[in-house]
């Protein structure tokens, strides 16, 4: 079996057996819009800490308030939300 032909049929059997999946940048902005609800996405950067890679959001309410939410790449937890003044 070639190499493509496995990695075609591990892929999903990885997903089908729990293995988590990566937060994708569209879920990231989901996920920080729980933690805001009604604010708009301003700036969104994927970025590697010590602790691995992490997705900070700035997110802007209807009222002018930002707030920063930093999510878990690998599995989509808000690690932290915070008012940014």
Avoid at 7 to 35: K, S, Y
Avoid at 36 to 46: A, F, K, T, Y
């Amino acid at each position: 079996m070639s190499n493509l032909i496995q990695t075609m049929v591990a892929i999903p059997l990885f997903a089908a057996l729990g293995a988590p999946a990566a937060t994708t940048l569209q879920d990231a902005e989901r996920i920080a819009l729980t933690a805001v609800p009604g604010g708009i996405v301003q700036d969104i950067e994927r970025e590697r800490h010590l602790g691995g890679d992490v997705f900070d959001v700035e997110v802007l309410t209807p009222e002018g308030t930002e707030y920063e939410v930093i999510i878990d790449a690998d599995d989509g937890r808000i690690l932290s939300t915070r008012r940014d003044d």
